[in-house]
């Protein structure tokens, strides 16, 4: 699909460093089994497409990835488990499978499953913050801010409580971009600028054409869960399929239909990768991101 | 009480620089009614005891008051507020009263409370962590990662969850005080430790001081909490009155009794200005530092 790139051989041992970070950074030795449950909510599961996505863009600017690009990867992958914690607590979205295993306020309790969540993303910040000899500060400043920003009420926090607000509502094609552009989008451009935030004198317009490939990846990421909500089943997902419908939920296959959210889905990648193609950065060390960009589409969970 | 020193005097402009400041920087208009929340939970109320040491310590130690440390003073006044609101939840400790006013889950549902509280910990990092013109990158870096560490399950939430496993055991005193180093002291302490990274170059042996200080004052506070908690009233507390005793929740009081209690206050805020003493710092200028200790241990709510 991409000219000889063979995504599986670039991600595996991504995968595995990421794994193994997260696996050091999250310390089951924490207090009153509080480190148990966030190993639980974090570890083991999950595509890991952010911390993939900060690699490969860290690696397209030719950004170092051992220390800063991989402590941002998982410090996003953190702020996206925190999430997930949360929203399926029974005050939220009330699931019980997540990852194919029992959500984690049904393992842990719902208090410890809060205070996972809370822990988790301060976890993040952390790990973006090590002593200044590892990562230079104007790096950690940065991609504090840039995950900050994107994670708090003007990124995905705020897409929730649009998310909540729009049940048993009939949303616009705009208002559902909005919602999902927050919700969903914000995290995963954010995950394409923390990589390149990694690197050294990214000019103004390579930064900005990686901007519209997140947001085009974000947004089509989006479509293509609605449409796996309704085609998939919940073993495949891992998690509870048909769940939007069942809960009067605004999605892009409410909106246009399965055949036009799947064409949407092809259009908004075929955005992406013109976006890449914009950056100005060598066409070799943008295939990972196209790959990336292509397994999102065709994923099937 | 120190010398001449008027602490009302003191605290009047600071508490008003920090409202304003918090009330610019928690927007009214973010989704969802999400922003709503958040002033809610923030605004209004509040000793704003945590925002007040960052500023006297930033001062004691000559750093500028006017950005890095009002940004640091409000972002662990967001850390707390985030706290307050999940802490008062159903699944936690399920509480009705706070600051006198229903608690956020009462007034905007739990989902929202849920939400407001994780957006106000993402806002915290937000804060600290503007363009670099503002705030020196280095500076940035660090109050992110005093606050997170401090905050993080080696922190406040890994003291909430010694809390939530304590309920109804009997406690040495050395793990009660164990937990309350993390549970309220590392927030505490980390004020002061914010205001003293806000400045350029502190001497080790005066940072190491501070942090003595902060210590000794953090649990100095939170015995006095166990007290008011037996023999304050909900009005004057504006929280509710004996809800530890109600939870079987381990405290000083329960541990040492009333008398005893008292007088383990009055030794660790002895400890604290003896710390304070040791700093190097200038008499004059620990004065707002010292008076806040007093104003801990003699406070009636």
């Keep these: 699909m991409s000219g000889g790139f063979e995504l599986q051989a670039w991600m595996q041992p991504r995968l595995a460093r990421v794994e193994q970070a997260l696996s050091g950074w999250v310390d089951a030795s924490?207090?009153?089994?509080?480190?148990?449950?966030m190993r639980y909510a974090v570890l083991d599961g999950g595509k890991r497409l952010r911390p993939l996505l900060v690699l490969?863009?860290?690696?397209?600017?030719?950004?170092?990835?051992?220390?800063?690009?991989?402590?941002?990867?998982?410090?996003?992958?953190?702020?996206?488990?925190?999430?997930?914690?949360?929203?399926?607590?029974?005050?939220?979205?009330?699931?019980?499978?997540?990852r194919g295993k029992p959500t984690v306020h049904v393992q842990f309790g719902e208090a410890q499953a809060l205070l996972a969540g809370d822990a988790l993303q301060t976890l993040a910040f952390e790990l973006l913050t090590p002593s200044f000899d590892r990562v230079p500060a104007d790096i950690q400043a940065r991609c504090v801010g840039l995950l900050a920003r994107a994670s708090g009420y003007w990124g995905m926090a705020g897409g929730q409580a649009v998310d909540l607000a729009s049940v048993g509502q009939r949303l616009t094609e705009d208002q559902l971009r909005q919602m999902?552009?927050?919700?969903?989008?914000?995290?995963?451009?954010?995950?394409?600028?923390?990589?390149?935030?990694?690197?050294?004198?990214?000019?103004?317009?390579c930064e900005q054409a990686l901007v519209r490939f997140g947001q085009a990846l974000g947004l089509a990421f989006?479509?293509?869960?609605?449409?796996?909500?309704?085609?998939?089943?919940?073993?495949?997902?891992?998690?509870?399929?048909?769940?939007?419908?069942?809960?009067?939920?605004?999605?892009?296959?409410?909106?246009?239909?399965?055949?036009?959210?799947?064409?949407?889905?092809?259009?908004?990648?075929?955005?992406?990768?013109?976006?890449?193609?914009?950056?100005g950065l060598s066409d070799a060390s943008l295939q990972p991101m196209r790959a990336l960009a292509a397994m999102v589409v065709q994923r099937q969970h």
């Design 56 to 98: 490969a863009a860290a690696e397209a600017v030719g950004a170092d990835t051992s220390e800063a690009a991989l402590r941002a990867a998982c410090a996003i992958e953190l702020i996206h488990a925190y999430s997930l914690v949360h929203d399926d607590m029974p005050c939220m979205d009330n699931d019980v499978l997540r």
């Design 222 to 279: 989006q479509v293509v869960d609605d449409i796996l909500d309704v085609t998939a089943d919940s073993v495949t997902l891992g998690k509870t399929a048909g769940k939007d419908a069942a809960a009067d939920k605004p999605t892009y296959v409410a909106l246009m239909g399965l055949e036009a959210a799947q064409r949407h889905a092809d259009e908004l990648a075929q955005q992406a990768l013109q976006a890449l193609a914009e950056t």
């Design 30 to 37: 924490a207090p009153a089994g509080l480190g148990e449950a």
């Design 180 to 205: 999902h552009r927050l919700k969903t989008g914000a995290l995963l451009l954010c995950s394409v600028q923390l990589g390149a935030a990694c690197g050294m004198a990214v000019p103004a317009a």
